[in-house]
Protein backbone atom coordinates (compact mmCIF):
# COMPACT_ATOMS: atom_id res chain seq x y z
CA UNK A 1 0.00 0.00 0.00
CA UNK A 2 2.52 2.02 0.87
CA UNK A 3 4.63 1.54 -2.11
CA UNK A 4 2.13 1.93 -4.38
CA UNK A 5 1.70 5.41 -3.25
CA UNK A 6 5.15 6.53 -2.00
CA UNK A 7 5.79 8.62 -5.11
CA UNK A 8 2.91 9.16 -7.07
CA UNK A 9 5.22 11.93 -8.88
CA UNK A 10 7.74 9.79 -10.57
CA UNK A 11 5.02 7.19 -11.16
CA UNK A 12 3.87 9.90 -13.39
CA UNK A 13 6.88 10.87 -14.69
CA UNK A 14 7.73 6.89 -15.32
CA UNK A 15 4.72 6.91 -17.15
CA UNK A 16 6.00 9.60 -19.96
CA UNK A 17 9.32 8.13 -20.50
CA UNK A 18 7.29 4.71 -21.00
CA UNK A 19 4.63 6.49 -23.77
CA UNK A 20 7.86 8.76 -25.00
CA UNK A 21 9.42 5.04 -25.73
CA UNK A 22 7.23 4.20 -27.03
CA UNK A 23 6.60 6.89 -29.57
CA UNK A 24 10.22 6.23 -30.37
CA UNK A 25 9.58 2.34 -31.24
CA UNK A 26 6.70 3.00 -33.10
CA UNK A 27 9.48 5.35 -35.36
CA UNK A 28 11.73 1.34 -36.26
CA UNK A 29 14.80 3.12 -37.39
CA UNK A 30 15.14 6.06 -35.15
CA UNK A 31 18.40 5.56 -32.46
CA UNK A 32 18.33 7.84 -29.78
CA UNK A 33 21.16 10.13 -29.62
CA UNK A 34 21.77 9.63 -25.83
CA UNK A 35 22.58 6.28 -26.57
CA UNK A 36 25.55 7.12 -28.82
CA UNK A 37 27.14 8.93 -26.62
CA UNK A 38 26.31 7.56 -22.91
CA UNK A 39 28.22 4.75 -21.78
CA UNK A 40 31.96 3.01 -22.22
CA UNK A 41 31.95 4.29 -25.54
CA UNK A 42 30.54 8.03 -25.44
CA UNK A 43 34.02 9.09 -26.24
CA UNK A 44 34.97 6.95 -29.26
CA UNK A 45 32.93 9.41 -32.11
CA UNK A 46 34.67 7.55 -35.28
CA UNK A 47 33.71 4.30 -34.00
CA UNK A 48 30.27 5.38 -33.05
CA UNK A 49 30.60 6.90 -36.57
CA UNK A 50 31.14 3.32 -38.46
CA UNK A 51 28.67 1.79 -35.75
CA UNK A 52 26.12 3.94 -37.51
CA UNK A 53 27.21 4.02 -41.20
CA UNK A 54 27.32 -0.05 -40.48
CA UNK A 55 23.67 -0.20 -38.57
CA UNK A 56 22.08 2.15 -41.57
CA UNK A 57 23.97 -0.35 -44.15
CA UNK A 58 21.24 -2.84 -42.59
CA UNK A 59 18.17 -1.56 -42.90
CA UNK A 60 17.20 -2.76 -46.26
CA UNK A 61 18.54 -6.04 -46.08
CA UNK A 62 15.87 -6.37 -42.59
CA UNK A 63 13.58 -4.68 -45.19
CA UNK A 64 13.65 -7.33 -47.60
CA UNK A 65 13.98 -10.35 -45.04
CA UNK A 66 10.74 -8.96 -43.72
CA UNK A 67 9.65 -7.94 -46.75
CA UNK A 68 10.25 -12.16 -48.02
CA UNK A 69 8.52 -12.96 -44.39
CA UNK A 70 5.14 -11.87 -44.96
CA UNK A 71 5.42 -12.71 -48.90
CA UNK A 72 5.89 -16.12 -47.52
CA UNK A 73 3.38 -16.05 -44.67
CA UNK A 74 0.66 -14.57 -47.10
CA UNK A 75 1.41 -17.60 -49.97
CA UNK A 76 1.39 -19.69 -47.48
CA UNK A 77 -1.83 -18.89 -46.36
CA UNK A 78 -3.59 -18.29 -49.64
CA UNK A 79 -1.90 -21.83 -50.37
CA UNK A 80 -3.44 -23.47 -47.24
CA UNK A 81 -6.78 -21.86 -47.98
CA UNK A 82 -7.05 -22.76 -51.43
CA UNK A 83 -10.33 -23.74 -52.78
CA UNK A 84 -10.90 -26.98 -54.79
CA UNK A 85 -13.55 -27.60 -56.99
CA UNK A 86 -15.81 -30.43 -55.84
CA UNK A 87 -19.36 -31.66 -56.88
CA UNK A 88 -22.23 -31.64 -53.79
CA UNK A 89 -25.75 -33.50 -54.97
CA UNK A 90 -25.03 -32.73 -58.50
CA UNK A 91 -23.80 -29.25 -58.38
CA UNK A 92 -20.07 -27.50 -58.70
CA UNK A 93 -18.50 -25.77 -55.58
CA UNK A 94 -15.06 -24.27 -54.80
CA UNK A 95 -14.28 -25.35 -51.30
CA UNK A 96 -11.73 -24.63 -48.57
CA UNK A 97 -9.16 -27.93 -49.16
CA UNK A 98 -8.96 -29.79 -46.41
CA UNK A 99 -11.99 -28.70 -44.51
CA UNK A 100 -14.37 -30.98 -43.17
CA UNK A 101 -17.63 -31.04 -44.74
CA UNK A 102 -19.66 -30.12 -41.71
CA UNK A 103 -17.66 -26.56 -42.34
CA UNK A 104 -18.02 -26.95 -45.74
CA UNK A 105 -21.65 -27.43 -45.60
CA UNK A 106 -22.24 -24.30 -43.57
CA UNK A 107 -19.97 -22.17 -45.01
CA UNK A 108 -21.78 -23.06 -48.47
CA UNK A 109 -24.95 -22.84 -46.67
CA UNK A 110 -26.26 -26.02 -48.07
CA UNK A 111 -29.34 -26.66 -46.88
CA UNK A 112 -29.68 -30.48 -45.51
CA UNK A 113 -32.18 -31.24 -43.20
CA UNK A 114 -30.62 -32.56 -40.06
CA UNK A 115 -31.87 -36.01 -37.92
CA UNK A 116 -33.49 -35.70 -34.88
CA UNK A 117 -32.84 -37.07 -31.49
CA UNK A 118 -35.04 -39.52 -30.52
CA UNK A 119 -36.51 -41.71 -28.00
CA UNK A 120 -35.90 -45.48 -27.92
CA UNK A 121 -39.30 -45.81 -28.92
CA UNK A 122 -38.51 -43.04 -32.09
CA UNK A 123 -40.94 -40.08 -30.31
CA UNK A 124 -38.60 -37.04 -31.60
CA UNK A 125 -36.90 -35.50 -28.23
CA UNK A 126 -34.99 -32.85 -30.12
CA UNK A 127 -35.82 -31.82 -33.17
CA UNK A 128 -32.18 -31.07 -35.29
CA UNK A 129 -30.45 -32.99 -32.38
CA UNK A 130 -29.65 -35.71 -34.46
CA UNK A 131 -27.02 -36.30 -37.28
CA UNK A 132 -26.15 -32.53 -39.73
CA UNK A 133 -26.69 -34.95 -42.64
CA UNK A 134 -26.04 -38.66 -44.21
CA UNK A 135 -22.87 -38.08 -46.67
CA UNK A 136 -21.93 -40.68 -49.34
CA UNK A 137 -18.54 -39.54 -50.75
CA UNK A 138 -17.09 -40.71 -54.29
CA UNK A 139 -19.80 -43.57 -53.99
CA UNK A 140 -19.21 -44.71 -50.47
CA UNK A 141 -21.44 -44.23 -47.79
CA UNK A 142 -20.21 -42.36 -44.73
CA UNK A 143 -22.21 -43.64 -41.50
CA UNK A 144 -22.66 -41.16 -38.40
CA UNK A 145 -20.14 -38.72 -37.43
CA UNK A 146 -17.63 -39.96 -40.15
CA UNK A 147 -19.59 -38.07 -42.94
CA UNK A 148 -19.64 -34.74 -40.69
CA UNK A 149 -15.96 -35.65 -39.72
CA UNK A 150 -14.20 -36.49 -43.72
CA UNK A 151 -11.88 -34.13 -45.14
CA UNK A 152 -12.98 -32.52 -48.47
CA UNK A 153 -10.31 -33.38 -51.44
CA UNK A 154 -10.62 -31.78 -54.89
CA UNK A 155 -12.68 -33.79 -57.16
CA UNK A 156 -14.85 -35.24 -54.72
CA UNK A 157 -18.45 -36.03 -55.85
CA UNK A 158 -20.35 -35.95 -53.02
CA UNK A 159 -24.21 -37.00 -51.97
CA UNK A 160 -25.82 -35.39 -48.53
CA UNK A 161 -29.13 -36.61 -47.75
CA UNK A 162 -31.34 -36.37 -44.82
CA UNK A 163 -29.33 -36.69 -41.47
CA UNK A 164 -29.96 -39.96 -39.45
CA UNK A 165 -31.82 -39.49 -36.10
CA UNK A 166 -29.29 -40.06 -32.82
CA UNK A 167 -30.56 -42.57 -30.22
CA UNK A 168 -31.18 -40.95 -26.55
CA UNK A 169 -28.63 -42.20 -24.32
CA UNK A 170 -30.01 -45.77 -23.02
CA UNK A 171 -29.00 -49.34 -21.24
CA UNK A 172 -29.63 -52.73 -23.42
CA UNK A 173 -30.62 -56.25 -21.97
CA UNK A 174 -31.78 -59.14 -24.34
CA UNK A 175 -34.98 -60.78 -23.67
CA UNK A 176 -36.70 -63.92 -25.63
CA UNK A 177 -39.71 -63.49 -27.70
CA UNK A 178 -42.83 -66.24 -27.87
CA UNK A 179 -44.01 -67.68 -30.75
CA UNK A 180 -47.65 -67.06 -31.58
CA UNK A 181 -50.21 -69.02 -32.65
CA UNK A 182 -51.78 -68.41 -36.44
CA UNK A 183 -54.54 -70.67 -38.18
CA UNK A 184 -54.31 -71.06 -41.85
CA UNK A 185 -55.64 -73.69 -44.19
CA UNK A 186 -59.19 -72.06 -44.30
CA UNK A 187 -61.17 -74.95 -43.22
CA UNK A 188 -61.55 -78.70 -42.71
CA UNK A 189 -62.16 -81.83 -40.37
CA UNK A 190 -58.45 -82.32 -39.75
CA UNK A 191 -56.64 -79.70 -37.63
CA UNK A 192 -52.94 -80.10 -37.15
CA UNK A 193 -49.95 -78.80 -35.76
CA UNK A 194 -47.78 -78.13 -39.13
CA UNK A 195 -44.89 -76.35 -37.30
CA UNK A 196 -43.99 -76.00 -33.78
CA UNK A 197 -43.25 -72.61 -32.27
CA UNK A 198 -39.65 -71.48 -31.47
CA UNK A 199 -38.81 -68.60 -29.59
CA UNK A 200 -36.68 -65.89 -30.76
CA UNK A 201 -34.94 -62.75 -28.98
CA UNK A 202 -35.26 -59.31 -28.45
CA UNK A 203 -33.03 -56.41 -27.17
CA UNK A 204 -34.66 -54.15 -24.50
CA UNK A 205 -33.81 -50.75 -24.49
CA UNK A 206 -34.59 -48.26 -21.83
CA UNK A 207 -34.37 -44.53 -22.19
CA UNK A 208 -32.33 -42.91 -20.07
CA UNK A 209 -33.73 -39.50 -20.93
CA UNK A 210 -37.50 -40.37 -22.36
CA UNK A 211 -37.89 -43.15 -19.44
CA UNK A 212 -39.43 -45.62 -22.25
CA UNK A 213 -38.70 -49.19 -22.75
CA UNK A 214 -38.63 -51.05 -25.65
CA UNK A 215 -38.42 -54.20 -27.60
CA UNK A 216 -36.18 -54.88 -31.16
CA UNK A 217 -36.50 -58.40 -32.00
CA UNK A 218 -32.86 -59.77 -33.23
CA UNK A 219 -34.34 -63.02 -34.37
CA UNK A 220 -37.87 -62.97 -34.64
CA UNK A 221 -39.43 -66.15 -32.84
CA UNK A 222 -41.28 -69.03 -35.49
CA UNK A 223 -44.96 -68.97 -34.70
CA UNK A 224 -46.70 -72.18 -34.13
CA UNK A 225 -48.97 -73.24 -36.80
CA UNK A 226 -52.22 -74.89 -36.82
CA UNK A 227 -53.56 -75.78 -40.24
CA UNK A 228 -56.68 -77.01 -41.42
CA UNK A 229 -57.23 -79.57 -44.34
CA UNK A 230 -60.22 -82.04 -46.20
CA UNK A 231 -57.77 -84.72 -46.45
CA UNK A 232 -57.22 -86.06 -50.19
CA UNK A 233 -56.16 -89.61 -50.40
CA UNK A 234 -53.56 -89.82 -53.21
CA UNK A 235 -53.40 -92.49 -55.89
CA UNK A 236 -56.90 -92.69 -56.83
CA UNK A 237 -57.92 -94.11 -53.30
CA UNK A 238 -61.85 -94.26 -52.24
CA UNK A 239 -60.95 -93.86 -47.82
CA UNK A 240 -64.03 -92.75 -46.03
CA UNK A 241 -63.43 -92.91 -41.62
CA UNK A 242 -66.24 -94.27 -39.72
CA UNK A 243 -66.03 -92.65 -36.18
CA UNK A 244 -67.47 -93.35 -32.71
CA UNK A 245 -67.39 -90.61 -29.83
CA UNK A 246 -68.28 -90.97 -26.52
CA UNK A 247 -67.09 -94.34 -25.46
CA UNK A 248 -66.50 -97.13 -24.71
CA UNK A 249 -70.01 -98.32 -23.85
CA UNK A 250 -69.71 -101.77 -22.37
CA UNK A 251 -73.37 -102.44 -24.21
CA UNK A 252 -72.92 -101.02 -27.77
CA UNK A 253 -68.71 -100.95 -27.85
CA UNK A 254 -68.45 -104.74 -28.73
CA UNK A 255 -71.19 -105.07 -31.16
CA UNK A 256 -69.57 -102.30 -33.20
CA UNK A 257 -66.14 -104.20 -33.28
CA UNK A 258 -68.33 -107.58 -34.22
CA UNK A 259 -69.76 -105.38 -37.24
CA UNK A 260 -66.56 -104.17 -38.12
CA UNK A 261 -65.12 -107.30 -37.87
CA UNK A 262 -67.44 -109.40 -40.41
CA UNK A 263 -66.97 -106.43 -43.21
CA UNK A 264 -62.87 -106.56 -42.12
CA UNK A 265 -63.50 -103.10 -41.70
CA UNK A 266 -61.87 -100.40 -39.60
CA UNK A 267 -63.19 -96.97 -37.49
CA UNK A 268 -62.15 -94.82 -35.28
CA UNK A 269 -63.18 -94.19 -31.63
CA UNK A 270 -62.76 -91.20 -29.81
CA UNK A 271 -63.17 -92.02 -26.28
CA UNK A 272 -63.45 -90.36 -22.73
CA UNK A 273 -61.21 -90.90 -20.20
CA UNK A 274 -63.48 -91.96 -17.65
CA UNK A 275 -64.60 -94.38 -19.96
CA UNK A 276 -61.90 -95.89 -20.97
CA UNK A 277 -60.55 -96.04 -16.86
CA UNK A 278 -63.79 -97.86 -16.25
CA UNK A 279 -63.50 -100.11 -19.19
CA UNK A 280 -60.10 -100.82 -20.15
CA UNK A 281 -61.06 -103.99 -21.66
CA UNK A 282 -62.85 -102.25 -24.36
CA UNK A 283 -60.66 -100.10 -24.82
CA UNK A 284 -57.95 -103.04 -25.51
CA UNK A 285 -60.73 -104.62 -27.93
CA UNK A 286 -60.93 -101.28 -30.36
CA UNK A 287 -56.71 -101.95 -30.47
CA UNK A 288 -57.31 -105.24 -31.17
CA UNK A 289 -59.64 -105.52 -33.78
CA UNK A 290 -57.32 -103.12 -35.39
CA UNK A 291 -59.35 -100.10 -35.27
CA UNK A 292 -58.19 -96.84 -33.51
CA UNK A 293 -58.57 -95.92 -30.23
CA UNK A 294 -58.14 -92.01 -29.99
CA UNK A 295 -59.00 -88.72 -27.04
CA UNK A 296 -62.43 -87.61 -26.78
CA UNK A 297 -60.98 -85.47 -23.09
CA UNK A 298 -61.56 -87.13 -19.90
CA UNK A 299 -64.86 -85.77 -18.62
CA UNK A 300 -66.96 -84.60 -22.04
CA UNK A 301 -66.36 -80.61 -20.86
CA UNK A 302 -66.58 -77.61 -23.64
CA UNK A 303 -63.12 -76.70 -23.87
CA UNK A 304 -63.79 -73.37 -25.46
CA UNK A 305 -65.91 -72.25 -21.50
CA UNK A 306 -62.67 -73.45 -19.86
CA UNK A 307 -59.47 -71.88 -18.53
CA UNK A 308 -56.02 -73.23 -20.47
CA UNK A 309 -55.12 -75.38 -17.03
CA UNK A 310 -58.39 -76.87 -17.38
CA UNK A 311 -58.15 -77.04 -21.17
CA UNK A 312 -54.95 -79.20 -20.75
CA UNK A 313 -56.00 -81.16 -17.47
CA UNK A 314 -58.99 -82.35 -20.36
CA UNK A 315 -56.08 -83.08 -23.07
CA UNK A 316 -54.03 -84.87 -21.02
CA UNK A 317 -55.98 -87.28 -18.65
CA UNK A 318 -57.98 -88.53 -21.80
CA UNK A 319 -54.80 -89.16 -23.31
CA UNK A 320 -53.62 -90.87 -20.17
CA UNK A 321 -56.24 -93.30 -18.90
CA UNK A 322 -56.06 -94.48 -22.74
CA UNK A 323 -51.96 -94.86 -22.70
CA UNK A 324 -53.07 -96.52 -19.04
CA UNK A 325 -55.49 -98.89 -20.39
CA UNK A 326 -53.84 -99.99 -24.18
CA UNK A 327 -50.51 -98.45 -24.13
CA UNK A 328 -51.32 -96.73 -27.13
CA UNK A 329 -49.36 -92.95 -26.91
CA UNK A 330 -51.70 -90.84 -28.94
CA UNK A 331 -52.51 -87.41 -29.36
CA UNK A 332 -55.20 -87.09 -31.61
CA UNK A 333 -58.23 -86.17 -29.98
CA UNK A 334 -61.90 -84.75 -31.22
CA UNK A 335 -63.12 -81.76 -29.12
CA UNK A 336 -66.48 -82.40 -27.32
CA UNK A 337 -69.57 -80.86 -30.02
CA UNK A 338 -66.54 -80.12 -32.38
CA UNK A 339 -65.78 -77.26 -30.35
CA UNK A 340 -62.22 -75.95 -30.75
CA UNK A 341 -60.84 -72.53 -32.25
CA UNK A 342 -57.36 -70.83 -32.21
CA UNK A 343 -57.77 -69.65 -28.37
CA UNK A 344 -58.65 -72.58 -27.20
CA UNK A 345 -55.09 -74.44 -29.21
CA UNK A 346 -53.30 -71.54 -27.45
CA UNK A 347 -54.56 -73.19 -24.01
CA UNK A 348 -53.41 -76.64 -25.05
CA UNK A 349 -49.82 -76.25 -24.01
CA UNK A 350 -49.11 -78.34 -27.22
CA UNK A 351 -50.62 -81.32 -25.58
CA UNK A 352 -52.67 -82.88 -28.60
CA UNK A 353 -51.40 -82.86 -32.79
CA UNK A 354 -54.13 -82.91 -34.18
CA UNK A 355 -58.31 -82.02 -33.44
CA UNK A 356 -60.30 -84.40 -35.76
CA UNK A 357 -63.86 -83.42 -36.26
CA UNK A 358 -66.03 -84.62 -39.29
CA UNK A 359 -67.50 -84.42 -42.45
CA UNK A 360 -71.11 -86.15 -42.43
CA UNK A 361 -73.23 -86.16 -39.41
CA UNK A 362 -75.13 -89.12 -39.08
CA UNK A 363 -77.33 -87.01 -36.34
CA UNK A 364 -77.76 -90.24 -34.68
CA UNK A 365 -78.41 -88.33 -31.31
CA UNK A 366 -81.75 -87.26 -32.43
CA UNK A 367 -82.71 -91.10 -32.84
CA UNK A 368 -84.15 -90.45 -36.02
CA UNK A 369 -84.76 -93.82 -37.19
CA UNK A 370 -82.22 -96.37 -38.69
CA UNK A 371 -83.19 -94.82 -42.46
CA UNK A 372 -82.70 -91.59 -41.56
CA UNK A 373 -78.73 -92.00 -39.83
CA UNK A 374 -77.47 -94.58 -42.89
CA UNK A 375 -79.29 -91.62 -45.35
CA UNK A 376 -77.53 -88.80 -43.29
CA UNK A 377 -74.10 -90.57 -42.99
CA UNK A 378 -73.69 -91.25 -46.96
CA UNK A 379 -75.20 -87.90 -47.96
CA UNK A 380 -72.69 -86.60 -51.00
CA UNK A 381 -70.07 -89.16 -49.73
CA UNK A 382 -67.00 -89.26 -51.41
CA UNK A 383 -63.18 -89.92 -50.84
CA UNK A 384 -61.37 -88.66 -47.64
CA UNK A 385 -65.06 -88.12 -45.74
CA UNK A 386 -65.23 -88.46 -42.35
CA UNK A 387 -68.75 -90.17 -40.68
CA UNK A 388 -69.89 -88.79 -37.43
CA UNK A 389 -71.62 -91.75 -35.01
CA UNK A 390 -71.79 -92.75 -31.75
CA UNK A 391 -71.00 -95.48 -29.45
CA UNK A 392 -71.61 -94.48 -25.75
CA UNK A 393 -73.63 -91.60 -24.19
CA UNK A 394 -77.12 -92.81 -24.90
CA UNK A 395 -79.19 -95.14 -26.90
CA UNK A 396 -77.59 -95.84 -29.57
CA UNK A 397 -79.68 -99.34 -30.83
CA UNK A 398 -80.59 -97.34 -34.21
CA UNK A 399 -76.81 -97.08 -34.72
CA UNK A 400 -76.26 -100.69 -34.00
CA UNK A 401 -78.92 -101.20 -37.15
CA UNK A 402 -77.43 -98.51 -39.46
CA UNK A 403 -73.83 -99.51 -39.03
CA UNK A 404 -73.95 -102.69 -41.11
CA UNK A 405 -75.85 -100.75 -43.89
CA UNK A 406 -73.94 -97.72 -44.43
CA UNK A 407 -70.69 -100.15 -44.23
CA UNK A 408 -72.10 -102.09 -46.88
CA UNK A 409 -72.98 -98.98 -49.28
CA UNK A 410 -69.48 -98.07 -48.93
CA UNK A 411 -67.50 -101.05 -49.67
CA UNK A 412 -70.30 -101.42 -52.51
CA UNK A 413 -69.29 -97.92 -54.00
CA UNK A 414 -65.54 -98.72 -53.83
CA UNK A 415 -64.67 -97.27 -50.60
CA UNK A 416 -62.19 -98.68 -47.99
CA UNK A 417 -62.98 -97.93 -44.66
CA UNK A 418 -59.94 -96.65 -42.86
CA UNK A 419 -59.24 -95.20 -39.55
CA UNK A 420 -58.07 -91.32 -38.74
CA UNK A 421 -54.31 -92.35 -38.88
CA UNK A 422 -54.71 -94.14 -42.04
CA UNK A 423 -56.91 -91.18 -43.65
CA UNK A 424 -53.91 -88.52 -42.64
CA UNK A 425 -51.39 -91.21 -44.31
CA UNK A 426 -53.06 -91.33 -47.54
CA UNK A 427 -52.76 -87.43 -47.98
CA UNK A 428 -49.01 -86.81 -48.43
CA UNK A 429 -49.47 -82.75 -47.58
CA UNK A 430 -50.21 -83.79 -43.90
CA UNK A 431 -46.48 -84.21 -42.11
CA UNK A 432 -45.57 -88.00 -41.41
CA UNK A 433 -45.26 -86.82 -37.74
CA UNK A 434 -48.89 -85.86 -37.59
CA UNK A 435 -49.79 -88.89 -39.52
CA UNK A 436 -48.12 -90.99 -37.03
CA UNK A 437 -51.33 -89.79 -34.67
CA UNK A 438 -48.34 -89.44 -31.67
CA UNK A 439 -46.47 -86.18 -32.67
CA UNK A 440 -45.12 -84.51 -29.54
CA UNK A 441 -44.05 -80.91 -29.52
CA UNK A 442 -40.35 -81.78 -30.69
CA UNK A 443 -37.03 -80.59 -27.83
CA UNK A 444 -36.57 -76.86 -27.69
CA UNK A 445 -39.70 -75.77 -29.09
CA UNK A 446 -42.16 -73.16 -27.03
CA UNK A 447 -46.08 -73.33 -27.60
CA UNK A 448 -47.65 -69.88 -27.58
CA UNK A 449 -49.42 -68.08 -25.13
CA UNK A 450 -50.96 -65.46 -27.75
CA UNK A 451 -52.09 -65.56 -31.11
CA UNK A 452 -50.76 -64.37 -34.16
CA UNK A 453 -51.93 -62.44 -36.84
CA UNK A 454 -52.87 -64.92 -39.56
NI1 LIG B 1 -69.08 -86.39 -27.69
Same mark, same amino acid.
Request: hydrophobic residues 35%.
Given at each position: ???????????????????????????????????????????????????????????????????????????????????????IN??????????TLK?AA????L?VRRGNLV???G?????GGGYAFTATVNGKSLPGRQGERYRV???DTIVLAKGKNIMEPH?????????????????????????????????????????????V???????????????????????????????????????????????????????????????????????????????????????????????????????????? @???? !?? /? $?????? &? =???????????????????????????????????????????????????????????????????????????????????????????????????? @???? !?? /? $?????? &? =??
Open positions: MAEQNSNPARHKAGQRQAKQDEKNATGVYYIPTTQRVSGAEGGREKAASTEERSSRSKVPALLALALILVLGGVAWHLWSNRKVPVTGSSYQVKIDSDRDLSKSVKDVLKRSQGTTSTTSVAPKLVMKGGFGPVAYVRNYGKAGSAKVLKGKRSKQTAEVTKKATDAEIYLRTPVPEGGKQLVALTFDDGPSDKYTQQYLDILNKYHAKATFFCLGKNVQQYPELAKAIVKQGSQIANHTQDHKQLTTLDAAEVQSELSSGFKAISS @ATGV !ET /T $VFRPPY &G =DFRETTWVKSAGIASASITWTQDSKDWKLPGVDQIVSNALLNVKSGDIILMHDGGGNRDQDVQALPKIIEALQKNGYTLVTIDELMASDSTIPSSIQSGN @AKMP !EG /T $VWPTEL &G =DA
